[in-house]
């Protein structure tokens, strides 16, 4: 559309047969997924945006939709063999695992609500270096090493980049939060855990993201959140919740409206947040805003309305005093 100037609202089918006239390579499955988002992906010029970015940098312009037969001179000259199609395949791989992980971190709101415990220990716990503070949960997460080393590297980038917003530490442990691993199932499966035990070795590194969180401005704008079940009887009008886990939101209503989907149970949750942080500079997935609201974060229910079509919208205010991660 940004390449042949196709108005917004032309049929995929139109659009697949102006490809063909042009000799075009047909879109993948992840492109397909994108056409059928209509406005919310077509609004603004991303392809355009990316380009002027790498020309910015001194490299070459991506040919979005190339012709037919595109590799063919790399093949003739032996580029293929410098393995840039792998390199390529895995980092649109790579992506859409990061942005299907993003989409399931807005969906956790699944799992909240429940009646537990506080969670102590957190700041009386000393603050570590990164590497340091995650070296308890490397021994239980298989794997988990490899991502802790690329969260470090990038912290230290970051940092310098920044100049003293957030340390190196802090930024690797926003970082770590977001990297396609098992890092944040696996955290806020604990913090949601009625077993207070099973968080002892995650302190080190949430005294890190407490603190982290504290130096980052504060958001207070509305956000959203949402999941495709009726969740009404757990947010009755005027009752107090608690989020246990670290809460994904974003602050584009359409993005969690049209992963919700338009039919079948949903519940679009619409927060009014103290001090929500926003943390997409930090994180490994770029594409979308994404703010998070601290472990045990308590939310009064101020509207519930059902909708057509199976929708519920619940309204939620952040209290401003909290008291159950000490």
Sequence with gaps: ?????????????????LLKKQDTVQPP?????MLTQGDIFCEGEHFGTVNAALTS????????????????????SGGADDGTADRMGAFIASTMELHQLYLDRLAGVKDEGLVLPAITGVFDTPLLEFQEAVGPVVSLLP??????????????RRADEEAGELSADAVAALHLYTCE????????????????????????????????VSRL???????????SLDLRAQYPFGRTVTWWGVSSCTSEAAVARSFLGSRGKRTLFEVTPARAVGIRRYSAFTGEEEFILSPGTQLKVTGVKAERGGLCTVRLTELEEQTLVS
Excluded: C
Aim: glycine share 10%; aromatic share 14%; net charge positive.
């Design 143 to 156: 794997g988990i090493d490899r991502h802790v080393g690329r969260s470090y590297e990038f912290g230290k």
């Design 29 to 33: 499955e992840w492109f397909q997924a």
């Design 181 to 212: 691993s098992a890092f944040y199932r696996e955290i806020n499966a604990v913090l949601r855990s009625p077993d207070r035990t099973k968080v002892v070795p995650y302190l080190p590194y949430l005294r890190l993201l407490f603190s982290a």
């Design 1 to 17: 559309m940004w390449k042949y100037g196709i108005p917004k609202k032309t049929p995929i089918a139109d659009v697949r047969a």
């Design 57 to 76: 940098l001194g490299a070459d312009e991506i040919d979005w939709l190339p012709g037919k037969g595109w590799n063919e001179a790399a093949e003739g």
């Design 217 to 227: 401005p504060a958001h207070t704008a509305p956000l959203w959140r949402g999941v």
